[in-house]
């Protein structure tokens, strides 16, 4: 208004004419004080300092204030209360190209799958695939996982397998403990995380899981973890050894392994890798004798 006045040198009525506005309302000052509502709001951010005005104003109305949310708002702002946002920490990872594979245990990739028993309690099962071969090298099935109960299973694997030159996984928590993280270390093992958000950069995988889900975990009633195990590793000699793979030529993992020399056959005949009496076992030693459709 002042502003208004200075520069075309009128009077303060004409100035408030021009802006459609009252005399009065422009030289209205208000007699409401708000110095004992900014007391009562210091106080309250003293006692809960991490508090916002909604809750403050919550605090109030108890002990039977009773004010606008808006005018809390401005004072709660004038009076220099405002929390500051701590700035959410997020991880950042630059994506890694999926490198072509040429032999089996050059890549290995893990990662994890949910389901529940005929109780509601949750099971969790650990998948971990040779993305050159596709077979599953171990499908682990439990109520959780601990970074160390992955490494006893990779361990495992390497016992009869032989290291891999690097594995490929996700953010998890078991995945990104300094125990896994040492593990790798040690073992000289490159280990590359996916982007967060990004499962794409897993392929082989979540495509293995898809599969999981779609032909087992949903298809099958799991009445206790006894019940999940036996289901599922029967599920595992099957996908191994009986199913016809799409990515291979429509032959089974085992006999795609077997038929490119590489060691991953080992599988087959390692110890305790079948147990006593699987009809499965024998399907399987079947299979990787046979040749490849075409050959």
Not at 106 to 130: E, N, P
Not at 146 to 173: F, H, K, M, Y
Request: aromatic content about 8%; overall charge positive.
């Amino acid at each position: 208004m002042q502003h208004l006045r200075d520069t075309f040198e009128v009077s303060e009525r004409h100035a408030c004419e021009l802006i459609g506005i009252a005399v009065s309302t422009f030289r209205y000052e208000s007699q409401r004080s708000d110095e004992e509502l900014r007391k009562q709001l210091v106080a309250l951010a003293r006692e809960k300092p991490r508090f916002g005005y909604r809750r403050l104003h919550v605090l109030l109305g108890r002990d039977g204030v009773r004010v606008n949310h808006k005018r809390v708002w401005r004072v709660y702002r004038e009076a220099g209360l405002c929390v500051k946002r701590r700035k959410r920490k997020r991880l950042m990872r630059t994506g890694v190209p999926v490198a072509a594979t040429t032999a089996a245990n050059q890549q290995w990739a893990l990662d994890f799958a949910s389901d529940a028993i005929a109780t509601g309690r949750k099971i969790r099962v650990l998948s971990v695939i040779d993305t050159f071969t596709r077979e599953c090298l171990a499908l682990e099935v439990d109520t959780s996982f601990a970074s160390r109960r992955v490494t006893r299973v990779l361990e495992q694997i390497i016992r009869w397998r032989g290291l891999p030159e690097r594995i490929r996984c996700d953010n998890g928590p078991e995945l990104t403990s300094r125990h896994f993280l040492a593990w790798c270390i040690e073992r000289r093992i490159h280990l590359m995380h996916i982007q967060p958000g990004r499962p794409m950069q897993n392929g082989h995988v979540e495509s293995f899981t898809g599969k999981l889900r779609d032909e087992c975990l949903n298809a099958s009633w799991f009445k206790n973890l006894f019940d999940a195990k036996r289901k599922i590793a029967a599920w595992w000699f099957e996908y191994n050894c009986e199913r016809p793979h799409s990515s291979l030529g429509y032959v089974s993992p085992a006999a795609f392994a077997a038929k490119a020399a590489s060691p991953s056959s080992a599988w087959i005949t390692a110890p305790g890798a079948l147990s006593q009496g699987n009809p499965l076992g024998s399907l399987c030693s079947a299979l990787t004798q046979a040749p490849l459709r075409g050959s």
